[in-house]
């Protein structure tokens, strides 16, 4: 297809919004021909509407077999996406929910029954002011936000309240998601360095536990430095780091 | 009697009877639910929901002098839409920077009294706005030559206030303000005004009185962009609303643009732009003849 | 304004006692509470007094500055009022409703305090170029109901405290003037005070109309009518306020009650402001605390 | 009909630069010959109950001069500035949202309008917000002779006989605002259009870390004499040179980035550069210079 | 005084042409016929025209012109309360907010709102307060906006006409309609509803019963909803004068009936209940 030809084409480079490409027209759906038309998934920064697609935001053409397409771009405010882990800060409690700020526009909601072995008697133990690592299962625009700290079968897996101690902060969404891709060698460097607890929200808060706060500062200090810095540089930074010059 | 329509049902029903037979159909409902729908199914057809084609002003009635306390006043209703301005002259020292220059200081203001949409208290963006532009227009076409309302250079000259306020927001304030302004303006009496050589100060004959020189006559003619395509002409509150770009073209008698003023909203082509300019050129002419009649009327009554 | 919640048993209690001339503090309905005037009591203006009248308390400050005469009126001194609803009389004069009040009272005082009580004449010192400007601050340190009243006694005591410099007014070489204030604290200009009213609020309180009102008794009334009277009991201003309306016939009995308390309440408080004078510095000051 | 040669029609050295403030969501430097604009925009964030619109974000702009307190002009400014960006972001993406955009003007010399919408739309994409469209915004001036001027400089705005200020959109390349000082013929303000060429000239990405990119857009706006009568459709002429980001580009320090602003990109400076030219042409009846 | 970034400014100070005048304004006559032709201590108020509804966007409008004296008056509501903190529950709050156009005085006027208009939409507020059924409109807020286009004496007691007019033309429920009239007093003569001049002027020497008195009558309930005077009269005087007052509101009262009934029967018979 001419559509896909015309994307493959130009992955890797640089669009701006209002940049377009034209989906084939429907009549080319005709119903003797059998071959169903191939499946092609949109992602952020990409909108259909009619037969026409349209960047919307400026970054990076990404592909991934067999027929997704994303903007990669650089952003500091999240939007909070369904299914999405994030950091939030528990900032006031009612009759049933907490109510949560995780960065965007709105608070998000969490229920008290949605951690692991809460039950109508038996609540968890959250204060204001607490960090919870929770998951997103409602957000859309036109809805409240809401959280759960469990996982569809009922299970913490990692999900709840933070322990005491740590360090929270705040870095751009792209850097967080370098720190989850699972192939970062970011990661596995910075484990290598310091080995501890790090919590790597979507929203682009970090919580970070080292064995003690001269190594959580220091930690802190170097993914807040890795922001803006090449792999090459990177490299040496951190052979300076191991060598003990910081 | 229906209380809610189904705004498909209606738009088929619409289709089929055209708009003109929509009035007998419960139209309220529809037109409170689905406005732009509603109005869109007019535009279909190539009219609007008070009945005018889409390059149709609405009625324009002036009246010019009403109010005695001012210098110069008229009232001015483009449909519902009213705006009455009033000028008072007053005596100031020029600026050092233009020893030989009078001083227009318009303001518009739309008080809550004219519009729900208004509170009280300080004037809200939109009559900043509007009043930034009546002050572009004054300075922009020149209507008054800022050299004749000096007395004296450097020590004594005019100040006019011309102060409009809009009494009924239905829409195109900007149109209504310009022929108030207009109107008022011609209709202005200034006194004599004599330097006493002695004290040097200003001696004022309140019995002797002459208008001022109005050496242009710019007319506004405002536009409303309907799904990006559809150019409407004097658009009321509802379609302001509605629509997505807002376009205000000021011409004078001879043809020259004073302003092609449009804030935003969603693109225009040139085409579209042209011919904005030609219907604001006839619209020119039409007010012109206006202005003129009424003040003719006030003359010959007095 | 301060209010205060009153139950409809209250209500009923305080309308009745009123129907038989009793008030729950066992006054009578043109009497007032209990009134206390201190007049010099901010050193540091030119005239000043303290009102308390119940629990409501009063601070008035005068300074006399020099300023531009109105050039509507080249002859003319005049008076700025300024009223400051302290938060520290009730809570609700906080922000916004202090601020309205303030203003409300002020407007009041512009029109009972006007040219007909006061010689403004007098306060001119070059016509057309030079008058004395005297800025009336009012400080309310506490409410207890009948603002008017204990505002308008004290502004009374503190024109009469008022001592205004006198100038010298003499010509320089180039024919231009000078102005030369006296040097002696003595060599001082009063203000005649013989003319200036009293404000008598009226409260309508089920078929009668009481004097000076308790916020209690406020809250049982549907309107009432501040009457401003002078000694010779002419009426100076006039205004109903609260959210009611009234018969004719009973704001004419106001009207002519307000006069009649209102006129009687000038002679003892000229009395007791020229005895409080007369001691001179043997007087002791009492203060805010007193 | 005369065939029109093209004329040597420049815009001042202009620069821009993003993401130099940590503080807001986004922000852009903008600067036009001695012109220049900071901004910043704060949202998606939570919205003023009183302000709140149901179905899309409010977009609030502030604009503030480099003296004093803004005024009227500041006021009409902002309007134009608002209603141009609300018609090309995606607002109806974030409803019960708010959008905050704060220009502050550094320094005014002329072409002020159009440095403020170069600046906001620069500031926009910096956050990542969605949006149709770009924009761009150019000033031109007539002067006594009839001259154009692009791209006027205090002075050159002082002598002028008239001023307009338009923005346009990069995807219909069609007139999104206009604001237009002294009066002009209708001649004139057709020549005006068809000078009207709006050319991203160049935008620069440069990236640097796994997967980080950092995008430079240098949004030029030249003025060509068109050489079209007649012609209704608008031909658009959209030649791109691409090059793909490589994911190891070393990365330029920060420091250096600033004097690229005011220098000619060059092939050595391992900037991808893309060219895009796009000729803006309209209906016009006939004209003369 | 802070400068107004809000408005097209013009110069720091400006003088208005009268200050200057080489001869004197006239003064009005102080015996004899008025300077209009009307008569001296008669209730002869100047005759009004009316029109309720020529506000397209308010729920409820007035216009009254009585001489050279216009004024125009808008209702909104009711509707939700703007202040949460203002809500009462049992209550409609009225809110009554009364603005002089700049070129309405003979001095030109401020656009910003000065203590005197405030103190204007004060005692509009108590006079029209009386008179309608708040408790009908719980926890909602009715919005009354008077701009006065010209001033030429009495505008406080023909605002609350207006208002009282607007505010029935709104369907807002009432008990009754307010109507106001002001008379001036000069010594032993009084005029009522007086002009700008007759009004402002002051006389030369302190003669005692100098004052004006502004009143807010129920004309069918016979209630008095605002009474407002200044200057120095002597209570018999002051007596006097609001009866004159409540004479002159009656003499309105049929032209206001008229307008109301106009303005019903032009909107149309109610729909039938079938």
């Known amino acids: ?246 | ?302 | 304004m301060a209010t205060v919640q009153v139950s409809e048993a209250e209500k009923v209690y305080i309308l009745h006692g009123i129907r038989d001339d009793l008030r729950a503090d066992g006054r009578g309905c043109e009497d007032y509470r209990h009134m206390e005037i201190e007049t010099d009591v901010v050193s540091n203006t030119d005239g000043s007094a303290r009102v308390t009248l119940g629990h409501t308390a009063v601070l008035v400050g005068i300074k006399a500055e020099i300023g531009k005469p109105r050039p509507l009126v080249p002859n003319e001194g005049y008076l700025e009022f300024f009223v400051d609803c302290s938060a520290n009389a009730t809570p609700e004069f906080e922000g916004r409703g202090g601020e309205e009040l303030g203003i409300e009272l002020s407007n009041m005082l512009y029109k009972v305090f006007n040219k007909h009580c006061l010689d403004l004449r007098s306060l001119c010192i070059s016509e057309g170029e030079h008058c004395w400007l005297l800025y009336v601050d009012v400080l309310l340190l506490q409410c207890d109901g009948n603002l008017y009243d204990a505002i308008s006694v004290a502004v009374k005591a503190a024109l009469f405290n008022t001592k205004i410099p006198r100038v010298h007014i003499s010509a320089d070489e180039d024919g231009g003037k000078e102005i030369e204030l006296s040097d002696d604290p003595y060599d001082c200009m009063r203000v005649d005070v013989e003319n200036v009213p009293c404000i008598v609020t009226l409260c309508k309180i089920g078929h009668r109309h009481v004097v000076d009102a308790t916020l209690q008794e406020k809250a049982c009334s549907v309107a009432s009518v501040l009457v401003s009277v002078t000694h010779s009991g002419s009426v100076t201003c006039t205004r109903k306020v609260g959210g009611g309306s009234l018969d004719p016939e009973s704001i004419f009995e106001m009207i002519e009650a307000g006069k009649r308390v209102g006129k009687s309440l000038h002679a003892p408080l000229m009395k007791l402001l020229q005895q409080e004078e007369s001691l001179g510095k043997r007087r002791q000051k009492v203060g805010f605390l007193g | ?289 | ?274």
Not at chain 2, 226 to 240: R, Y
Not at chain 4, 36 to 59: C, H, N, Q
Not at chain 4, 248 to 270: A, F, G, H, M, Y
Not at chain 5, 37 to 43: A, E, I, P
Request: glycine share 8%.
């Open chain 5, 1 to 274: 005084m802070p400068t107004d970034n809000k408005r097209v400014r013009g110069p720091e100070l400006s003088q208005s042409p009268a200050l200057f005048a080489c001869k004197a304004a006239p003064v009005a006559p102080q015996q004899g016929p008025r300077a209009d032709g009307r008569q001296r201590d008669q209730v002869d108020v100047r005759p009004v025209f009316v029109r309720c509804g020529l506000v397209s966007q308010a729920k409820g409008s007035a216009y009254i012109e009585a001489g050279d004296t216009k004024l125009m008056c808008c209702v909104y509501g009711p509707k939700e309360t703007e202040r949460k903190d203002e809500t009462d529950m049992k209550c409609g709050r009225l809110t009554t907010d009364m603005r002089f156009a700049p070129f309405s005085c003979p001095e030109r006027g401020s656009w910003v709102q000065g203590s005197q208009d405030k103190d204007f939409s004060l005692m509009l507020h108590e006079s029209l307060q009386p008179a309608l059924c708040l408790h009908k409109y719980p926890r909602s807020q009715i919005d009354v906006n008077v701009v006065v286009l010209e001033n030429s004496g009495s505008v406080l007691a023909h605002a609350v006409t207006c208002a009282s007019l607007a505010l029935a033309d709104a369907g807002i429920e009432m008990y009754d309609l307010v109507l106001g009239c002001s008379i001036r007093q000069d010594g032993g003569s009084y005029v009522a509803d007086p002009s700008y001049a007759e009004e402002t002027y002051c006389s030369s020497d302190g003669a005692s019963d100098q004052g004006r008195l502004t009143v807010a009558f129920l004309p069918s309930l016979n209630q008095i909803s605002g009474l407002q005077s200044d200057g120095e009269m002597s209570a018999e005087t002051l007596t006097a004068g609001v009866r004159t007052c409540i004479e002159g509101c009656y003499k309105l009262y049929p032209v206001l009936q008229q307008a109301l009934i106009k303005a019903v029967r032009k909107a149309g018979p109610p729909p039938s209940e079938s």
């Open chain 1, 1 to 246: 297809m001419a559509l896909i030809e015309d994307l493959k084409q130009r992955v890797g480079s640089v669009l701006l919004p209002g940049d377009e490409f034209f989906l084939p027209t429907e009549d080319n759906l005709t119903l003797t021909e059998l071959r169903r038309p191939e499946r092609l998934v949109f992602g952020p920064g990409l909108r259909r509407s009619g037969g026409r697609l349209t960047a919307v935001k400026g970054g990076v053409l990404r592909h991934k077999e067999p027929n997704v397409f994303w903007i990669q771009s650089q952003q500091k405010r999240y939007v909070p996406a369904k299914g999405e882990c994030v950091v939030g800060v528990v900032t006031a409690k009612s009759a049933d929910v907490f109510k949560v700020d995780v960065g965007g526009s709105e608070q998000a909601s969490l229920s008290y029954l949605a951690f692991e072995g809460a039950t109508k008697r038996n609540r968890p133990n959250v204060q204001v002011g607490d960090l919870v690592y929770a998951q997103f299962v409602v957000a859309n625009k036109d809805m409240e936000p809401e959280l759960v700290c469990v996982d569809s079968s009922g299970r913490a897996n990692g999900m709840g309240v933070f322990g005491g101690g740590g360090l929270m902060f705040t870095v751009c969404l792209g850097l967080v998601r370098r720190l989850l891709s699972p192939s970062s060698t970011l990661r596995v460097q910075l484990e290598a360095l310091f080995p501890g607890e790090l919590v790597v929200g979507m929203n682009g808060r970090v919580w970070a536990r080292c064995a003690d706060v001269t190594r959580t500062l220091l930690l802190f200090n170097l993914i807040q430095s890795c922001e803006s810095m090449a792999p090459t540089q990177r490299d040496e930074l951190f052979r300076r780091v191991q060598q003990g010059a910081l």
């Open chain 2, 1 to 302: 009697m229906h209380i809610v329509c189904v705004a498909n049902a209606n738009l088929q029903l619409l289709s089929l009877v055209g708009p003109f037979c929509a009035k007998f159909i419960p139209v309220c409902s529809y037109r409170t639910a689905e406005p732009l729908e509603y109005h869109r199914s007019f535009l279909k057809e190539n009219c609007r929901p008070d009945g005018r084609d889409l390059s149709e002003f609405r009625t324009t009635t002036l009246n010019i002098g009403s109010i005695s306390t001012a210098d110069g006043s008229a009232l001015v209703k483009i449909g519902n839409t009213t705006i009455i301005c009033g000028i008072k002259a007053e005596l100031a020292n020029p600026t050092v920077e233009s020893p030989d220059k009078g001083y227009i200081v318009p303001n518009v203001d739309l008080p809550p009294l004219c519009s729900s949409r208004f509170r009280s208290g300080p004037p809200s963006e939109q009559a900043q706005a509007a009043s930034q532009f009546m002050a572009d227009i004054i300075e922009s076409s020149e209507v008054i030559r800022a050299e004749d309302l000096c007395i004296d250079r450097g020590k004594l000259c005019w100040v006019l206030y011309c102060d409009m306020m809009c009494l009924d927001y239905d829409g195109n304030i900007l149109d209504a303000c310009i022929i108030a302004l207009m109107a008022a303006l011609k209709n202005t009496q200034l006194p004599e005004v004599t330097i006493n050589k002695e004290t040097s100060a200003p001696e004022v004959k309140l019995e002797k009185k002459h208008g001022l020189t109005i050496q242009k006559h710019p007319v506004g003619s405002s536009f409303s962009v309907f799904d990006d395509s559809i150019l409407i002409v004097d658009p009321t509150a509802e379609e302001e609303i509605l629509s997505t770009a807002q376009l205000t073209v000021v011409t004078d008698e001879e043809g020259r643009l004073c302003s092609a003023h449009k804030p935003g909203g969603t693109s225009l082509s040139g085409e579209k732009l042209q011919e904005c300019i030609s219907r604001a050129t006839a619209r020119q002419k039409e007010i012109q003849k206006l202005i003129d009649k009424v003040l003719h009327s006030v003359k010959s009554a007095e």
């Open chain 4, 1 to 289: 009909m005369e065939e029109c040669e093209s004329i040597n029609v420049c815009l001042r050295e202009f620069g821009c630069e993003q993401s130099l403030l940590s503080r807001p969501d986004g922000s852009a430097s903008f600067v036009q010959g001695d012109t220049s604009v900071m901004a910043g925009v704060y949202g998606p964030a939570e919205v003023k109950v009183s302000k709140e619109i149901y179905d899309r974000a409010t977009l609030e702009v502030l604009i503030q001069p480099k003296v004093g307190l803004p005024g009227v002009r500041e006021r009409s400014q902002e309007q134009c500035v608002r209603e141009t960006c609300e018609a090309s972001l995606l607002l109806s993406l974030h409803p019960r949202s708010s959008l905050t955009l704060v220009l502050q003007v550094l320094h005014d010399d002329g072409s002020l309008l159009s440095c403020l919408l170069n600046a906001a739309c620069m500031t926009l994409l910096d956050a990542g917000l969605a949006m149709n469209c770009l924009f761009c915004g150019v000033t031109c001036a007539i002067d006594a002779d009839g001259q154009i001027v692009t791209d006027p400089t205090a002075a050159q705005e002082k002598e002028s006989r008239a001023l307009m200020t338009f923005a346009m959109d990069s995807t219909d390349r069609k007139v999104l605002m206009t604001s237009t000082k002294g009066s002009f013929s209708v001649q004139e303000v057709c020549v005006f259009f068809c000078f009207l060429l709006v050319e991203v000239l160049s935008m620069c990405g440069s990236a640097g870390g796994v997967g980080h990119h950092k995008i430079k857009y240098f949004i030029t706006v030249r003025v060509y004499r068109l050489y079209v009568f007649h012609s209704s459709t608008a031909a658009a002429v959209y030649s791109s040179e691409s090059e793909s980001i490589r994911e190891d580009l070393p990365v330029l320090q920060r420091l250096s980035e600033t004097p690229i602003l005011q220098k000619p990109l060059t092939e050595s400076q391992n900037f991808p550069f893309f060219a895009i030219l796009v000729f803006y042409q309209i209906h016009t009846k006939s004209y003369r210079l």
